[in-house]
């Protein structure tokens, strides 16, 4: 069992950066895979990043690559999104989701997911 709890959301205006974290808690977490997700109002949760499990290559929905970075501290069980140049478009409810079953086909498909996250609120307005 995972426990994974968000913080670092807020609101932001167009062009700055934020970071938002993922602490976990439960056994063996460095051994799943880690990913963020988010959801705006009326849309669908929808791929945001992950970190694989087995070799730690990073993969990134194509809007948001060259701005966003996900990585991890196993020492500190967290996950964490850093999110630069942001725009209005990434104002979203963000989730933090793990699982150590998925297979890579399937790593962008929240509902593989087994651990999530409460959420945290990204706004970006200016």
């Known amino acids: 069992q995972v426990q994974l709890v968000e913080s670092g959301g807020g609101m932001v205006q167009p062009g700055d950066s934020l970071m938002v974290s993922c602490a976990a808690s439960g056994v063996g977490f460095r051994t799943y895979t880690a990913a963020w997700f988010r959801q705006a109002p009326g849309k669908e949760r929808e791929f945001v990043a992950s970190?694989?499990?087995?070799?730690?290559?990073?993969y990134y929905e194509d809007s948001v690559k060259g701005r966003f970075t996900i990585s991890r501290d196993n020492a500190k069980n967290t996950v964490y999104l850093q999110m630069n140049s942001l725009k209005p478009e990434d104002t979203a409810v963000y989730y933090c989701?793990?699982?150590?079953?998925?297979?890579?086909?399937?790593?962008?498909?929240?509902?593989?997911?087994?651990?999530w996250g409460q959420g945290t609120q990204v706004t970006v307005s200016s």
């Open positions: 989701a793990a699982d150590n079953h998925l297979i890579l086909s399937s790593m962008r498909d929240p509902r593989q997911y087994d651990y």
């Open positions: 970190l694989w499990r087995t070799t730690g290559r990073t």
